[in-house]
């Protein structure tokens, strides 16, 4: 029964907010998750050859090689099966979600691994056989650092990869629903928030690649646990930034658009009017999709729909012209700049030697002594086995570098109109 005197309501009023806000929102945790998400991918992707090649796994530098040309390529692969999923059964809130926890569970395999082989000093490796639940390590006695004794299986073989498996199944579901579903969220507020949101969501990809091949990978070059420990930590906060704008998420039902379906049924129905009816070449009949258009008897699609298709053709081409540049791309990136900063091999210690032998005999007649580096302030940037701590990984940032130095805040990278 209500009072007189009362001002204010029992009940608290729900907060709304505007739709302009709510997108705003929702398409901020989307890129700050992609951010996150990029950090944690490259942290493992940018640095696995050196994980698998070093102590003390020692793995093979081939088998290391071709580790991380099959994460990449289940990572590709799943993109495609995880986006046809996600469009025709699941919709893609569920399949990024599945692709966090599928993602987190690999990467608690990387850090067990590197948690397994961090609780020995180096020191106690000699012709030491240790055996666990899926490690077994040989060394040869006497060897500083340790090398692994011949014929000996790879290390930790099916552990690493049963965790190469699971983060590039992760990795790739994430990664291709991640975009489009940020896309559903940017196209409520029209073409230029479109835009603003992709040209966004490009920028956090590279920074989050730079971070990884940079900072982590310097974690990474001295200790990899603690370098996972970093990368995990923020795949997990990517998880939890993507479930906090639940509630502001646009969903797209699964099966609203199956572009499968839609372009063969298309090109099923100009063949089956094409090969069962005659008409007459009167103009209206410009391309081969033009057959299924429901002017003419048979047809069954409209002109949109038509021309939906056309563009997606011409899409396609685009496409497998990149093909032949993805593979270029690649094999540079993920080998040749990984393995030459693997034999990378600089040492400015030798910069002491290059100054005494160098020194002109003008500066030794004034009385100046013949070792020049002795005035000199001089920093050991080596480290205890003679190389500099400078990430391999680095080198494979540079096209992430120039991207971000050369281009402006408010460069519209991508044109996409959904």
């Known amino acids: 029964m209500e009072s007189g005197d009362e001002r204010a309501p029992l009940l ?12 705003t929102l929702a398409c901020a945790a989307v890129i700050a998750a992609n951010l996150l998400e990029r950090l944690a991918y490259y942290s493992i992707a940018g640095n696995l050859v050196f994980f698998l090649y070093g ?25 495609l099966l995880s986006g046809w999923l996600s469009d025709s059964y699941f919709g893609r809130y569920w399949i990024i979600v599945t692709g966090y926890i599928i993602y987190i569970f690999g ?13 020995f000093e180096i020191h106690d490796f000699q012709n030491v056989t240790y055996e666990g ?12 650092p340790p090398v692994c004794a011949d014929g000996n299986s ?17 990795a790739g579901t994430v990664r291709t629903n991640l975009a489009s579903f940020g ?7 029209g073409i230029k928030s479109t835009h603003r949101f992709f040209t966004g969501y490009y920028w956090s990809l590279n920074l989050g690649a730079i971070l990884a091949l940079v900072a ?11 370098g996972f420990i970093v990368a995990g930590s923020s795949l997990l906060l990517s998880f939890l930034l993507f479930l906090l704008g639940t509630k502001l998420y646009i969903r797209r039902p699964a099966g609203a658009i199956n572009v499968f379906k839609i372009v063969y049924r ?18 209206t009949v410009h391309n081969f999709l033009d057959y299924a258009n429901m002017e003419h008897e048979g047809g069954k699609f409209n002109v949109n729909q038509i021309e939906d298709v056309r563009r997606l053709w011409k899409l396609c081409k685009v496409f497998l012209l990149t093909i032949p540049y993805w593979m270029c791309y690649s094999q540079m990136v993920f080998n040749l700049f990984l393995l030459q900063g693997l034999h990378l091999h600089v040492r400015f210690d030798h910069f002491n030697e290059c100054l005494s032998n160098n020194i002109s005999d003008e500066i030794k007649s004034k009385g100046a002594s013949a070792n020049l580096c002795d005035h000199l302030p001089f920093i050991d940037y080596t480290d205890k086995k003679g190389t500099p701590p400078i990430p391999p990984a680095s080198l494979a940032a540079f096209n992430a570098i120039f991207i971000v130095l050369f281009l402006s805040p408010d460069t519209k990278v991508l044109q996409v109109s959904l």
């Not at 896309?183 to 409520?188: I, L, P, T, W």
């Not at 298309?266 to 103009?283: H, T």
């Open 12 to 23: 608290l009023k729900k907060t709304i907010l505007q739709p302009s806000t709510q997108h």
């Open 183 to 189: 896309g559903d969220q940017a196209r409520s507020g």
């Open 107 to 119: 990467y608690i395999v990387f850090i067990y691994v590197s948690f397994y082989f961090e609780k």
């Open 216 to 226: 982590v990978a310097y974690i990474e070059d001295f200790n990899f646990f603690y």
């Open 154 to 170: 790879p290390n930790c073989l099916t552990a690493l990869y049963v965790g190469v498996i699971l983060v590039a199944i992760g």
């Open 55 to 79: 102590e003390p796994l020692c793995w093979a530098i081939s088998l290391a090689t071709v580790t991380i040309l099959v994460l990449t390529a289940i990572t590709y692969y799943l993109g």
């Open 133 to 144: 639940t899926s490690c077994n390590s040989t060394w040869q006695k006497d060897t500083r």
């Open 266 to 283: 298309v090109i099923s129905n100009a063949c089956y009017v094409k090969r069962n009816s005659n008409i007459q070449d009167d103009g």
